[in-house]
């Protein structure tokens, strides 16, 4: 059974930064196709926020793009998310999410971030 756990969050100001990480407890984690993450904001549907592939390339939607960094370290089985300049729009709850096979995906238990001042 494939386990994801983040940790990190917790209340900055806006302008400040935090750092999520997710470790996935399976070794599966460098076969995994795509991983990223996902917010979700009261009242509001998930959204996507980042991902990394094969290869480390990665990609990011407008409105976090220059500001949030997905990276992986693949000895820890850890997947990260730097975010900078954080604003009161970026709270949610962050999400964990890996893709072993097509229909084969996995999520954390989700960990919340507020930007507030």
């Known amino acids: 059974q494939v386990q994801l756990v983040e940790s990190g969050g917790g209340l900055v100001q806006p302008g400040g930064s935090l750092r999520l990480s997710c470790v996935v407890s399976s070794t599966v984690f460098s076969s995994m196709y795509t991983m990223g993450w996902f917010r979700q904001a009261p009242g509001k549907e998930r959204e996507w926020v980042a991902s990394i592939f094969s290869g480390d390339w990665t990609n990011y939607p407008n409105s976090v793009k220059g500001r949030f960094t997905i990276s992986r370290d693949h000895a820890k089985r850890t997947l990260y998310l730097q975010m900078n300049i954080l604003k009161p729009e970026d709270t949610a709850v962050y999400y964990c999410?890996?893709?072993?096979?097509?229909?084969?995906?996995?999520w954390g238990q989700g960990t919340q971030v507020t930007v507030s001042s």
């Open positions: 999410h890996a893709a072993l096979r097509v229909g084969e995906e996995y």
